[in-house]
Nanobody, 122 residues
Framework: QVQLVESGGGLVQTGGSLRLSCAASGRPLSTDRMDWFRQAPGKEREFVAATRWSGDNTYRANYADSVKGRFTISRDNYKNTIYLQMNSLKPEDTAVYYC????????????WGQGNQVTVSS
């Protein structure tokens, strides 16, 4: 059974940086779709960043417009872990962040992390 365990959240001032990690156990996820989502209080969960296998151990990344240029998604297949490097953080980035994994050929999310609070103070 696959489990996703997140770490790295916390409290940071505006303009600061944090790196979230999402470590997978149970099986390798090197070809799975893996994304980051977030949910702010009173709002629906929204997409943040995606990493997709392109073949030959290469991946492509996509980002929500609100984080483009500030956030970077990456993955380390040896550690079976994905990361979200968040720079130039803004108060509107405050949310619970979730990682998710799904089969490369599917459209649903099979596994979710437990959620990790990120709070950006103004």
């Amino acid at each position: 059974q696959v489990q996703l365990v997140e770490s790295g959240g916390g409290l940071v001032q505006t303009g600061g940086s944090l790196r979230l990690s999402c470590a997978a156990s149970g099986r390798p996820l090197s070809t799975d779709r893996m994304d980051w989502f977030r949910q702010a209080p009173g709002k629906e969960r929204e997409f943040v960043a995606a990493t997709r296998w392109s073949g030959d151990n290469t991946y492509r990344a996509n980002y929500a417009d609100s984080v483009k240029g500030r956030f970077t998604i990456s993955r380390d297949n040896y550690k079976n872990t994905i990361y979200l490097q968040m720079n130039s953080l803004k108060p509107e980035d405050t949310a619970v962040y979730y990682c998710a994994a799904g089969n490369s050929l599917g459209s649903t999310w099979d596994y979710w992390g437990q959620g990790n609070q990120v709070t950006v103070s103004s």
